[in-house]
């Protein structure tokens, strides 16, 4: 089944302990693209300026993402910069230059209009519903937001949450959103402002999924080496709707197994800059990655 994303398509440069990528591909529907794409179909939607260089998105056409909907606006591509401290988990913001995505709101085009699987990538709330009015039935609706968009466009994002089937947010944006320290009361909190399922994402301390019937850890997958962590939570997104679309269900197994997925595409996304740790695996590697975390959380009960 196919899969539509809005998001961010970006230019990133990014320093960290293990070194520099100036203008690399970035941004959260092209992260997703590159994870959900071993999985599915995707159509993508987007905006990018004329100095953006599409040949560097050709592998993402051969592996079945549709461009229809990027937009190829006079002006700049979003561009942003940052710099990571030693530990990877915080990081500094050295520029953001919003360029043509700053006014954009989309057509999408007729052949995504009806797309099973919805996920709207992190990018401001009006967009991500702007979008979203233009798709007819989906099967599922899937969102990502951020903490930018709890502190200045709430009342947007709860319209929009209205919507939406599956939410994602970090363990503080899903505090800040709800006003619950406690994750769990946080995750009951979000199930009352709409979407059914909650995914908390804690970074190298795995993920979570809650809804009414699930309560479900997925650890992160043990890297040798982190390289770069830009992009690992949209990568994350890609492996688990992904999995979700190309089985076509959404019950409680489908939804661990997609969890597995999403946490073996985020920890190929670290190893290398940019989206070039989604670029050469195969299935079987995905596959081998899935087995191994089955064996690292397998245990014998106690008689």
Request: charged share 20%.
């Amino acid at each position: 089944m196919s899969i539509l994303v809005v998001g961010t398509v970006a230019l990133d440069t990014v320093e960290t302990p293990s070194g520099k990528s100036e203008d690399g591909l970035g941004g959260s529907a092209l992260f997703f693209a590159a994870a959900a794409s071993h999985f599915s179909t995707v159509h993508l939607v987007g905006v990018v300026g004329k100095d953006f260089p599409m040949v560097n998105i050709d592998f993402l056409k051969k592996r079945n993402v549709n461009f229809d909907g990027m937009h190829i606006l006079d002006g700049k591509t979003f561009r942003w910069g940052g710099k990571y401290h030693e530990d990877l988990n915080t990081r500094d913001t050295l520029f953001t230059e919003l360029n043509v995505i700053e006014n954009f709101y989309p057509t999408v085009p007729e052949s995504y209009q009806q797309s099973e699987y919805v996920f709207l990538a992190n990018t401001g709330p009006k967009l991500q519903e702007h979008v979203l009015n233009q798709v007819k039935n989906p099967k599922l609706v899937i969102c990502d937001t951020m903490n930018l968009w709890i502190q200045i466009a709430k009342d947007d994002l709860m319209r929009l949450l209205k919507r939406v089937d599956i939410l994602m947010l970090n363990d503080s944006e899903a505090q800040m959103l709800t006003g619950q320290r406690n994750l769990v009361a946080a995750a009951k909190k979000v199930h009352s402002m709409g979407p059914h399922t909650v995914i908390i994402k804690k970074g190298e301390h795995g993920a979570l999924i809650m809804n009414k019937g699930l309560y479900f850890y997925s650890p992160s997958f043990p890297v040798e080496m982190a390289v770069d962590p830009t992009g690992a939570g949209d990568s994350f997104a890609g492996g688990f709707v992904g999995h979700l679309a190309k089985v076509g269900k959404h019950d409680d197994t489908t939804l661990k197994q997609a969890m597995i997925m999403g946490t073996v595409m985020g920890a190929y996304c670290v190893e290398k800059f940019s989206v070039d740790g989604l670029i050469d695996i195969t299935w079987d590697d995905i596959l081998n990655r899935y087995n191994q975390i089955r064996e690292f959380v397998h245990f014998d009960p106690v008689t």
